[in-house]
């Protein structure tokens, strides 16, 4: 088991595979992610590696945490997240950087953040409620949930009853994305699909539980010193990489296949990105 990362979530794009079918991926940045401290089995009873992200003022770090991280030698971080390891191999040193590289294209991670607050919601938009009907003695009362009450035994609402509260802004942990592409040179790993959280929110990133590692993978991490040993092979910009590309699945019927292509070629007549003459009045 390795450590995984402290990102921030940068906003979503689309890259583009070598057959010119788009993949919308979100885009995840590296800031300053250091080992503040490891844990170990003899002193702690487990062992982790301790991680920290982003720049914090002097102010916002209270004294505590501002001793430790000069303890580490590192700067006031903004997150600080704990990342467990199954034994002594797993630990990283303190104060190393942790770049992209860590993560390799195709390989599947777990993802975990905060959803985006709604605020306060009724039942209509927190729970998928119907309503009530718009017409024959419901008045100005059409969104609302309902009765909540009973009888008088047990004389009373039930907790975790489906009402109108507080919406969203819990962790939640969205599992197996796949990693298309990383840029070590700028600290950025691209996703495909969406991740929980809104913009400029803090997400932990590790390797996916319910899937094994693929080979190639760099253990324990990949740090800033060891980047150029395990770097990959940048894609073309806007390309994903290859390992992560996919083909068009074979069982898509032909009719299908045949749109697809249509699709594809359309626009590649010439340079410029538009069809010729010639090839529009053959269509």
Not at 207 to 226: H, I, Q, W, Y
């Amino acid at each position: 088991m390795r450590t995984g990362v402290i990102a921030k979530k940068v906003g979503m794009t689309r890259l583009f595979q070598e057959d010119g079918r788009h993949v919308p991926v979100t885009v995840l940045s590296l800031e300053g992610c250091q080992v503040t401290g490891n844990r170990t089995a003899e002193r702690d009873g487990y062992w982790s590696v301790q991680l920290g992200a982003g720049d914090a003022k002097h102010k916002n770090v209270n004294k505590p945490q501002r001793e430790a991280f000069a303890k580490a030698e590192v700067g006031l971080k903004k997150k600080v997240a704990e990342f467990r390891v199954d034994n002594e191999e797993g630990l990283l040193p303190v104060g190393a950087t942790i770049t992209a590289d860590h993560f390799i294209a195709g390989q599947k991670v777990d993802i975990t953040g905060h959803t985006v607050g709604k605020g306060f919601a009724g039942a209509m938009k927190r729970w998928g409620f119907g309503g009530l009907r718009a017409t024959h003695g419901v008045s100005i009362s059409h969104r609302s949930h309902g009765s909540t009450g009973n009888r008088q035994d047990p004389g009373k609402v039930f907790k975790n009853k489906k009402m109108a509260g507080h919406m969203g802004d819990r962790q939640r942990t969205q599992q197996n994305l796949e990693v298309v592409r990383t840029d070590a040179a700028r600290g950025l790993i691209f996703v495909k699909g969406s991740v929980p959280g809104s913009k400029n929110g803090w997400l932990l990133v590790k390797d996916a539980v319910k899937l094994p590692l693929p080979e190639g993978v760099p253990f324990p991490g990949a740090m800033r010193r060891n980047a150029d040993e395990t770097a990959t092979e940048d894609a073309a910009p806007g390309l994903v990489e290859s390992a992560a590309e996919h083909e068009v699945k074979p069982e898509v019927d032909a009719a299908t296949q045949e749109k697809l292509a249509a699709e594809q070629d359309s626009g590649a007549g010439t340079e410029g990105g538009t069809p010729a003459a010639d090839e529009s009045k053959e269509d």
